[in-house]
C-alpha cells in the first residue's frame, strides 16, 4: 500500500521559514515526479513546486525565489523548504507523486502564516 505522509506544518510569524517533509512506504519515489500543492480556504488547490525524477524543478509565480523543493531517493523524502512565509501562503499543503498513470497523494499538513 502506497502511503505519502507530510509533516512539518505549523503556525509561523509572517517573514518564517518552514520545511515540510513527505515520506513515502510502499513505493521507491525515486522515478516518480514529487510535487508540493496547496489549497486555502475557499480557493482551488493550486501547484507549488515540482521536481522531476531527473532533478528539474519547476515553481509557481508564488513561490519562485522563496521556496525550494528537494528530494533524498535515499530516504524516499520530498521536502520543500520555504522562507520569507507570508499570511496569504497559509494553506494545507500536499504532496503528490505521478508516474505515468500512477498518482499518490498525502493527506496534507496546515501551515498557518500569522503574527
Known amino acids: 500500500q502506497v502511503q505519502l505522509v507530510e509533516s512539518g506544518g505549523a503556525l509561523v510569524q509572517p517573514g518564517g521559514s518552514l520545511r515540510l517533509s513527505c515520506a513515502a512506504s510502499?513505493?521507491?519515489?525515486?522515478?516518480?515526479?514529487m510535487a508540493w500543492y496547496r489549497q486555502a480556504p475557499g480557493n482551488v488547490r493550486e501547484l507549488v513546486a515540482r521536481?522531476?525524477?531527473?532533478?528539474?524543478?519547476d515553481y509557481a509565480d508564488s513561490a519562485k525565489g522563496r521556496f525550494t523543493i528537494s528530494r533524498d531517493n535515499a530516504k524516499n523524502t520530498a521536502y520543500l523548504q520555504m522562507n520569507n512565509l507570508k499570511p496569504e501562503d497559509t494553506a494545507v499543503y500536499s504532496c503528490?507523486?505521478?508516474?505515468?498513470?500512477?498518482?499518490?497523494w498525502g493527506q496534507g499538513t496546515q501551515v498557518t502564516v500569522s503574527s
Open positions: 503528490n507523486a505521478r508516474l505515468s498513470v500512477a498518482n499518490f
Open positions: 510502499g513505493v521507491a519515489i525515486s522515478s516518480f515526479d
Open positions: 521536481i522531476y525524477s531527473g532533478g528539474r524543478t
